[in-house]
Protein backbone atom coordinates (compact mmCIF):
# COMPACT_ATOMS: atom_id res chain seq x y z
CA UNK A 1 0.00 0.00 0.00
CA UNK A 2 1.68 3.28 -0.83
CA UNK A 3 -1.46 5.45 1.03
CA UNK A 4 -0.92 5.52 4.63
CA UNK A 5 -3.83 5.29 6.88
CA UNK A 6 -4.46 8.91 8.30
CA UNK A 7 -2.54 8.50 11.23
CA UNK A 8 0.66 8.29 9.17
CA UNK A 9 -0.23 11.19 7.41
CA UNK A 10 2.28 13.81 8.72
CA UNK A 11 4.97 11.48 8.03
CA UNK A 12 4.80 11.62 4.31
CA UNK A 13 7.56 13.01 2.29
CA UNK A 14 7.28 16.68 1.80
CA UNK A 15 7.70 18.08 -1.74
CA UNK A 16 10.53 20.21 -0.51
CA UNK A 17 12.24 16.92 0.81
CA UNK A 18 11.73 14.83 -2.54
CA UNK A 19 12.93 17.71 -4.68
CA UNK A 20 15.67 18.48 -2.46
CA UNK A 21 17.24 14.23 -2.82
CA UNK A 22 15.63 14.03 -5.83
CA UNK A 23 13.96 11.19 -5.89
CA UNK A 24 10.71 9.88 -8.38
CA UNK A 25 7.82 8.88 -6.57
CA UNK A 26 5.48 6.09 -7.49
CA UNK A 27 2.18 6.08 -6.87
CA UNK A 28 -1.31 5.84 -8.54
CA UNK A 29 -3.79 8.28 -7.94
CA UNK A 30 -6.14 7.90 -5.45
CA UNK A 31 -10.20 7.89 -6.79
CA UNK A 32 -11.20 9.78 -3.91
CA UNK A 33 -9.27 12.93 -5.00
CA UNK A 34 -10.95 13.35 -8.32
CA UNK A 35 -14.55 13.24 -6.19
CA UNK A 36 -16.92 15.27 -7.69
CA UNK A 37 -14.62 16.29 -10.73
CA UNK A 38 -16.00 15.61 -14.31
CA UNK A 39 -13.78 13.34 -16.55
CA UNK A 40 -12.11 16.61 -18.11
CA UNK A 41 -11.59 18.16 -14.91
CA UNK A 42 -10.20 15.16 -13.58
CA UNK A 43 -7.90 15.01 -16.57
CA UNK A 44 -6.16 18.15 -16.15
CA UNK A 45 -5.61 17.53 -12.39
CA UNK A 46 -3.81 14.60 -13.34
CA UNK A 47 -1.80 16.62 -15.71
CA UNK A 48 -0.63 18.84 -13.01
CA UNK A 49 0.14 16.26 -10.53
CA UNK A 50 1.36 13.49 -12.70
CA UNK A 51 3.55 12.38 -14.90
CA UNK A 52 1.88 9.99 -17.71
CA UNK A 53 2.92 6.90 -17.68
CA UNK A 54 3.60 5.84 -21.23
CA UNK A 55 1.77 2.39 -21.38
CA UNK A 56 -0.99 1.41 -19.40
CA UNK A 57 -0.83 -0.38 -15.80
CA UNK A 58 2.41 1.39 -15.73
CA UNK A 59 3.01 3.45 -12.48
CA UNK A 60 2.67 7.03 -12.61
CA UNK A 61 5.15 9.66 -10.73
CA UNK A 62 4.16 12.41 -8.67
CA UNK A 63 5.63 16.15 -10.32
CA UNK A 64 8.10 18.19 -8.58
CA UNK A 65 6.19 21.62 -7.69
CA UNK A 66 6.07 24.22 -5.66
CA UNK A 67 2.29 24.19 -4.88
CA UNK A 68 2.01 21.03 -4.01
CA UNK A 69 -0.64 18.48 -2.92
CA UNK A 70 -0.92 18.43 0.64
CA UNK A 71 0.18 15.08 2.10
CA UNK A 72 0.14 13.27 -0.92
CA UNK A 73 0.28 10.19 0.43
CA UNK A 74 -2.94 10.27 2.97
CA UNK A 75 -6.24 8.48 1.82
CA UNK A 76 -7.80 11.33 0.38
CA UNK A 77 -11.09 10.04 2.61
CA UNK A 78 -9.35 10.45 5.76
CA UNK A 79 -9.29 14.59 4.58
CA UNK A 80 -12.16 16.97 4.59
CA UNK A 81 -12.03 17.69 1.15
CA UNK A 82 -9.45 15.33 -0.62
CA UNK A 83 -7.94 18.38 -3.08
CA UNK A 84 -5.68 20.57 -0.91
CA UNK A 85 -2.69 22.72 -1.76
CA UNK A 86 0.38 22.85 0.19
CA UNK A 87 3.61 25.65 0.18
CA UNK A 88 6.74 24.67 1.91
CA UNK A 89 8.16 27.88 1.13
CA UNK A 90 11.78 26.80 2.55
CA UNK A 91 13.82 23.73 3.43
CA UNK A 92 14.41 22.97 6.95
CA UNK A 93 13.58 25.40 10.05
CA UNK A 94 15.64 27.47 12.54
CA UNK A 95 12.90 26.90 15.18
CA UNK A 96 14.66 23.41 16.03
CA UNK A 97 11.89 22.01 18.21
CA UNK A 98 12.65 19.52 19.66
CA UNK A 99 9.51 17.14 18.78
CA UNK A 100 9.98 18.14 14.99
CA UNK A 101 8.65 15.41 12.56
CA UNK A 102 10.32 16.75 9.52
CA UNK A 103 13.52 15.20 10.73
CA UNK A 104 12.10 11.92 10.12
CA UNK A 105 12.30 13.05 6.16
CA UNK A 106 14.27 16.26 5.80
CA UNK A 107 17.94 16.02 5.61
CA UNK A 108 19.67 18.61 7.67
CA UNK A 109 16.23 19.50 9.61
CA UNK A 110 17.43 22.81 11.07
CA UNK A 111 19.86 24.31 8.53
CA UNK A 112 17.34 26.43 6.98
CA UNK A 113 17.83 26.93 2.83
CA UNK A 114 15.88 29.17 0.44
CA UNK A 115 14.87 26.68 -2.62
CA UNK A 116 16.53 26.96 -6.10
CA UNK A 117 14.24 29.42 -7.65
CA UNK A 118 11.47 29.42 -5.87
CA UNK A 119 10.05 32.76 -7.66
CA UNK A 120 9.78 31.28 -11.05
CA UNK A 121 9.20 28.07 -9.85
CA UNK A 122 6.14 29.50 -7.90
CA UNK A 123 5.07 31.18 -10.96
CA UNK A 124 5.57 28.27 -13.04
CA UNK A 125 3.02 26.79 -11.05
CA UNK A 126 0.41 29.53 -11.01
CA UNK A 127 0.40 29.83 -14.76
CA UNK A 128 -0.11 25.61 -15.02
CA UNK A 129 -3.23 26.20 -12.54
CA UNK A 130 -4.79 28.75 -14.46
CA UNK A 131 -4.26 27.22 -17.69
CA UNK A 132 -5.52 23.60 -16.36
CA UNK A 133 -8.68 25.86 -14.52
CA UNK A 134 -7.96 23.69 -11.51
CA UNK A 135 -10.73 23.76 -9.68
CA UNK A 136 -10.32 25.84 -6.38
CA UNK A 137 -9.04 24.35 -3.34
CA UNK A 138 -7.27 25.45 -0.05
CA UNK A 139 -4.21 25.74 0.23
CA UNK A 140 -1.62 25.35 3.40
CA UNK A 141 1.68 27.42 3.88
CA UNK A 142 3.85 25.72 5.58
CA UNK A 143 3.27 22.13 6.66
CA UNK A 144 7.65 21.65 6.92
CA UNK A 145 9.27 24.44 7.30
CA UNK A 146 7.75 27.80 8.69
CA UNK A 147 7.21 30.68 6.17
CA UNK A 148 8.24 33.01 9.22
CA UNK A 149 11.49 32.21 10.38
CA UNK A 150 15.15 34.66 9.95
CA UNK A 151 15.73 34.10 6.25
CA UNK A 152 12.05 35.65 5.15
CA UNK A 153 14.31 38.55 6.26
CA UNK A 154 16.73 37.73 3.85
CA UNK A 155 14.56 36.19 0.70
CA UNK A 156 11.37 37.37 1.30
CA UNK A 157 9.79 34.69 -0.31
CA UNK A 158 6.83 34.36 2.21
CA UNK A 159 6.34 37.85 1.21
CA UNK A 160 6.24 37.19 -2.34
CA UNK A 161 4.15 34.29 -2.23
CA UNK A 162 0.95 36.84 -0.64
CA UNK A 163 1.79 38.69 -3.35
CA UNK A 164 1.44 36.01 -5.86
CA UNK A 165 -1.42 34.82 -3.97
CA UNK A 166 -3.44 37.98 -4.35
CA UNK A 167 -2.96 37.84 -8.16
CA UNK A 168 -4.50 34.79 -7.95
CA UNK A 169 -6.94 34.76 -5.31
CA UNK A 170 -9.71 32.93 -7.24
CA UNK A 171 -6.99 30.15 -7.35
CA UNK A 172 -8.25 28.69 -3.86
CA UNK A 173 -10.91 28.65 -1.82
CA UNK A 174 -8.96 29.53 1.70
CA UNK A 175 -5.92 30.70 2.52
CA UNK A 176 -4.37 29.24 5.92
CA UNK A 177 -0.90 29.87 7.27
CA UNK A 178 0.86 28.09 9.85
CA UNK A 179 3.70 29.69 12.13
CA UNK A 180 5.68 29.94 15.18
CA UNK A 181 6.49 33.85 14.28
CA UNK A 182 3.51 35.92 13.75
CA UNK A 183 5.31 39.31 14.72
CA UNK A 184 6.62 39.34 10.80
CA UNK A 185 3.24 39.02 9.59
CA UNK A 186 2.36 42.02 12.22
CA UNK A 187 4.64 43.83 10.03
CA UNK A 188 2.65 46.64 7.49
CA UNK A 189 4.01 45.43 4.03
CA UNK A 190 2.67 41.72 5.33
CA UNK A 191 -0.72 42.91 7.28
CA UNK A 192 -1.74 44.83 4.60
CA UNK A 193 -1.76 41.88 1.90
CA UNK A 194 -3.58 39.67 4.29
CA UNK A 195 -5.62 42.35 5.37
CA UNK A 196 -6.79 42.04 1.52
CA UNK A 197 -6.61 38.08 1.56
CA UNK A 198 -10.43 36.74 1.58
CA UNK A 199 -10.89 34.04 3.65
CA UNK A 200 -7.23 34.35 5.39
CA UNK A 201 -6.68 32.63 8.31
CA UNK A 202 -3.23 32.13 10.54
CA UNK A 203 -2.47 29.53 12.91
CA UNK A 204 0.08 30.49 15.36
CA UNK A 205 1.23 27.48 17.32
CA UNK A 206 2.15 27.98 20.97
CA UNK A 207 2.44 25.08 23.05
CA UNK A 208 3.62 26.76 26.40
CA UNK A 209 2.72 29.42 28.20
CA UNK A 210 5.48 29.85 30.36
CA UNK A 211 9.21 30.26 28.40
CA UNK A 212 11.27 28.46 30.08
CA UNK A 213 9.59 25.64 29.05
CA UNK A 214 9.61 26.69 25.62
CA UNK A 215 13.13 27.45 25.66
CA UNK A 216 13.87 23.30 26.22
CA UNK A 217 11.27 22.40 23.24
CA UNK A 218 12.01 24.72 21.01
CA UNK A 219 15.21 26.71 21.42
CA UNK A 220 15.22 28.56 18.14
CA UNK A 221 11.43 29.48 17.77
CA UNK A 222 10.21 33.01 19.03
CA UNK A 223 9.60 33.78 22.86
CA UNK A 224 6.12 33.19 24.39
CA UNK A 225 5.33 36.91 24.75
CA UNK A 226 6.09 37.74 21.37
CA UNK A 227 3.63 34.98 19.96
CA UNK A 228 0.97 36.18 22.15
CA UNK A 229 1.87 39.66 21.54
CA UNK A 230 1.30 39.36 17.84
CA UNK A 231 -1.94 37.06 18.21
CA UNK A 232 -3.02 40.23 19.97
CA UNK A 233 -2.12 42.92 17.12
CA UNK A 234 -3.87 40.30 14.24
CA UNK A 235 -6.54 40.35 16.15
CA UNK A 236 -7.22 44.02 16.29
CA UNK A 237 -6.98 44.09 12.46
CA UNK A 238 -9.11 41.66 12.51
CA UNK A 239 -7.22 38.71 11.20
CA UNK A 240 -8.71 35.33 11.58
CA UNK A 241 -6.44 33.59 14.04
CA UNK A 242 -5.97 30.14 15.71
CA UNK A 243 -3.94 28.96 18.49
CA UNK A 244 -2.59 25.84 18.00
CA UNK A 245 -1.51 23.86 21.59
CA UNK A 246 0.67 21.74 19.09
CA UNK A 247 1.80 19.96 20.64
CA UNK A 248 0.12 18.86 24.00
CA UNK A 249 2.23 16.50 26.17
CA UNK A 250 1.69 14.37 28.91
CA UNK A 251 0.57 16.41 32.08
CA UNK A 252 0.96 15.30 35.90
CA UNK A 253 -1.41 14.31 37.66
CA UNK A 254 -0.79 11.09 35.43
CA UNK A 255 -4.10 9.36 35.83
CA UNK A 256 -4.20 6.09 37.63
CA UNK A 257 -5.61 4.37 35.32
CA UNK A 258 -2.91 3.77 32.95
CA UNK A 259 0.22 5.16 35.37
CA UNK A 260 1.69 3.19 38.01
CA UNK A 261 3.11 6.23 38.98
CA UNK A 262 1.87 9.95 39.10
CA UNK A 263 4.71 12.49 38.35
CA UNK A 264 6.44 12.77 35.12
CA UNK A 265 9.46 12.65 36.52
CA UNK A 266 8.97 9.05 37.92
CA UNK A 267 9.33 7.83 34.07
CA UNK A 268 12.55 10.28 33.65
CA UNK A 269 10.09 12.50 31.51
CA UNK A 270 10.94 16.61 30.99
CA UNK A 271 8.85 18.99 33.14
CA UNK A 272 6.29 20.48 29.96
CA UNK A 273 2.83 22.43 30.54
CA UNK A 274 0.71 22.19 33.22
CA UNK A 275 -2.90 21.80 32.99
CA UNK A 276 -2.48 25.97 34.47
CA UNK A 277 -0.75 26.51 31.62
CA UNK A 278 -3.10 25.05 29.30
CA UNK A 279 -6.21 26.91 30.94
CA UNK A 280 -4.24 30.34 30.54
CA UNK A 281 -3.53 29.67 26.92
CA UNK A 282 -7.35 29.54 26.32
CA UNK A 283 -8.38 32.18 28.20
CA UNK A 284 -5.98 34.25 26.36
CA UNK A 285 -6.84 32.85 23.00
CA UNK A 286 -10.60 33.50 24.46
CA UNK A 287 -9.96 37.07 25.43
CA UNK A 288 -8.37 38.42 22.30
CA UNK A 289 -10.94 36.96 19.96
CA UNK A 290 -9.55 33.54 18.15
CA UNK A 291 -11.36 31.40 15.98
CA UNK A 292 -10.52 28.32 17.68
CA UNK A 293 -7.83 26.61 19.92
CA UNK A 294 -6.36 23.68 17.96
CA UNK A 295 -5.06 21.07 20.54
CA UNK A 296 -3.01 17.95 19.02
CA UNK A 297 -1.06 15.32 20.76
CA UNK A 298 2.65 14.59 20.81
CA UNK A 299 4.07 11.76 18.60
CA UNK A 300 7.56 10.20 18.76
CA UNK A 301 8.66 10.23 15.82
CA UNK A 302 12.25 9.09 14.56
CA UNK A 303 14.11 11.71 13.58
CA UNK A 304 16.48 10.09 11.04
CA UNK A 305 18.30 13.54 10.29
CA UNK A 306 18.39 15.25 12.99
CA UNK A 307 19.71 12.82 15.47
CA UNK A 308 17.80 12.68 17.96
CA UNK A 309 14.10 12.61 19.14
CA UNK A 310 11.72 12.79 22.44
CA UNK A 311 11.69 9.17 22.34
CA UNK A 312 13.97 8.89 24.96
CA UNK A 313 12.23 11.47 27.06
CA UNK A 314 8.76 9.47 26.91
CA UNK A 315 8.68 6.33 25.81
CA UNK A 316 9.01 4.66 29.23
CA UNK A 317 5.88 6.64 29.61
CA UNK A 318 4.23 5.82 26.41
CA UNK A 319 4.86 2.19 26.94
CA UNK A 320 3.30 1.73 30.13
CA UNK A 321 -0.45 3.71 29.08
CA UNK A 322 -0.13 1.61 26.39
CA UNK A 323 -0.03 -1.95 28.39
CA UNK A 324 -2.49 -0.29 30.91
CA UNK A 325 -4.91 0.97 28.52
CA UNK A 326 -4.46 -1.91 26.28
CA UNK A 327 -3.74 -0.49 23.21
CA UNK A 328 -1.06 -0.85 20.59
CA UNK A 329 0.79 2.26 20.59
CA UNK A 330 3.50 1.75 18.05
CA UNK A 331 1.26 3.58 14.94
CA UNK A 332 3.05 3.23 11.91
CA UNK A 333 6.39 5.46 12.23
CA UNK A 334 5.50 6.94 15.63
CA UNK A 335 4.31 6.30 18.88
CA UNK A 336 0.80 7.53 19.88
CA UNK A 337 -0.80 7.53 23.37
CA UNK A 338 -3.79 5.44 23.57
CA UNK A 339 -6.63 7.31 22.63
CA UNK A 340 -8.90 6.55 26.05
CA UNK A 341 -5.74 9.14 27.86
CA UNK A 342 -6.15 11.90 25.27
CA UNK A 343 -9.92 11.76 25.84
CA UNK A 344 -9.05 11.83 29.50
CA UNK A 345 -6.86 14.85 29.13
CA UNK A 346 -9.11 16.71 27.04
CA UNK A 347 -11.89 16.70 29.01
CA UNK A 348 -10.98 19.73 31.07
CA UNK A 349 -9.63 22.18 28.08
CA UNK A 350 -13.02 21.15 26.07
CA UNK A 351 -15.17 22.39 29.49
CA UNK A 352 -13.07 25.35 29.74
CA UNK A 353 -13.34 26.62 26.07
CA UNK A 354 -17.04 25.62 26.53
CA UNK A 355 -17.28 27.88 29.56
CA UNK A 356 -15.48 30.72 27.96
CA UNK A 357 -17.22 30.89 24.24
CA UNK A 358 -14.31 29.49 22.41
CA UNK A 359 -14.15 25.85 20.51
CA UNK A 360 -11.32 23.74 21.58
CA UNK A 361 -10.61 21.10 18.84
CA UNK A 362 -8.22 17.75 18.69
CA UNK A 363 -7.09 17.34 15.82
CA UNK A 364 -4.63 14.85 13.77
CA UNK A 365 -4.92 16.39 10.55
CA UNK A 366 -4.76 19.98 10.89
CA UNK A 367 -8.20 20.54 8.76
CA UNK A 368 -10.09 22.71 9.87
CA UNK A 369 -13.08 24.47 8.30
CA UNK A 370 -10.85 25.59 5.48
CA UNK A 371 -12.91 24.40 2.44
S1 LIG B 1 8.40 25.18 13.68
FE1 LIG B 1 7.56 23.29 12.86
S2 LIG B 1 8.89 22.80 11.11
FE2 LIG B 1 9.97 24.29 12.39
S3 LIG B 1 11.28 23.08 13.73
FE3 LIG B 1 9.36 23.53 14.83
S4 LIG B 1 8.02 21.79 14.43
FE4 LIG B 1 9.69 21.73 12.92
Redesign the pocket.
Known amino acids: MFYSKSENTENYLSSSSYQEQETQWHCLPDPELFKGLSAEETENWKTYLYTKPKKEGQKFNLRSHVIALYDPFAARKDFAAGRRWCVNVYVG?A???RY?Y?AAYIRKP?EPRPKKNFEKLLEKDFKEIENLNLHPAPVHISN???PFQPIEKIHRHTLFLLRELQAHRRCFTTITMLT?NPAILCESEYLNIIQQLEIFQVEVTCPFYRDEIRKYF?PG?PRVESRLNAIETLRKNNISVSLRIDPIFPREPLPEQFFTKPLLKDYAAPESHTEEDIEQLIRFAANVGCKRVIVSPLKLTIGRFAGGDLRPDYLKLYLEAGRNGNEKIKKGSSYRLPWALYRHWREKPEQLGASLGISVFYCKNNLFDTD
Request: hydrophobic share 25%.
Open positions: CHSCCIFSTDKEA
